[in-house]
């Protein structure tokens, strides 16, 4: 009976560690998708750079002048610019700029997040390195109105 209990209460212990630490890396993984979004808001690119890995791909689906699809692509180098440049004016987001961050799954050491703002959607896939830090390595994203996407009508 003593030997069932102390193996019931060794499992008890280690599920509870295990949930424990889960609660943590999803705290962590919040917040690296909030530091990648409050970079932009603050312009921040110390933030920015505390979030990403060096070697991002963030991409999305586009329209040129010419009405070819394309894929526009960006990197950790140019994300850090848009950082400290995207809301210079302070006028990109609104006084109270709505952030949704949704973990759409996790697995040890890897995790899918949707971050949601005002004009955009953010599909994001970190890892957790060796330090246990999370990391952004992929992000496709779109904005919410998809004609935006389009050379003709932004402007871009």
Known sequence: MKKHLYWLTLMVFISFNAIASDDSDRAKIKKTARLYIESQI???SKLME????????????WTNKAGEEIILESDYEIMIKVADSYNKDGDRFPENPKIQIDILDTEQNVASVKLTVDDWVDY???????AGEWKIINVLWQFHNTLKHSSAVSGS
Do not use: C, F, I, P
């Open 42 to 44: 603050q312009v921040n």
């Open 50 to 61: 505390s979030a990403l890995d060096r070697r991002l791909a963030k991409r999305t689906y």
């Open 124 to 130: 994001m896939h970190l890892y957790k390195n060796k």
